[in-house]
Nanobody, 114 residues
Framework: QVQLVESGGGLVQFGGSLRLSCAASGSIVTINAMSWHRQAPGKRRELVAVITSGGSTNYADSVKGRFAISRDNAKKTVYLQMNSLKPEDTAVYYC????????WGQGTQVTVAS
């Protein structure tokens, strides 16, 4: 059983910063990639950022230059540093682990006030 626990969400002002964390635990044999996704009310869930086991990263165009994904393999933790936040970044942010199967965290709310 694999569990992902996210933390770090909250309310922040326009232009502020937040750092999300996602810690993985359980029977993890292989991690191919870890990623962050978000879902705003009434919208589909979208990929925000991904980091592969080799350290390659990719970002949604809407967050390039503002967000940075990183990981600590020893801690099995992935981070999302979010800077210059905008109201349109408001969403529930989910962590995903891609291994033999896909695993999701429970989500953490990020609200950016204008």
């Amino acid at each position: 059983q694999v569990q992902l626990v996210e933390s770090g969400g909250g309310l922040v002002q326009f232009g502020g910063s937040l750092r999300l964390s996602c810690a993985a635990s359980g029977s993890i044999v292989t991690i191919n990639a870890m990623s962050w996704h978000r879902q705003a009310p009434g919208k589909r869930r979208e990929l925000v950022a991904v980091i592969t086991s080799g350290g390659s990263t990719n970002y949604a165009d809407s967050v390039k230059g503002r967000f940075a994904i990183s990981r600590d393999n020893a801690k099995k933790t992935v981070y999302l540093q979010m800077n210059s936040l905008k109201p349109e970044d408001t969403a529930v942010y989910y962590c995903q682990l891609a291994g033999p199967k896909l695993y999701w965290g429970q989500g953490t709310q990020v609200t950016v006030a204008s």
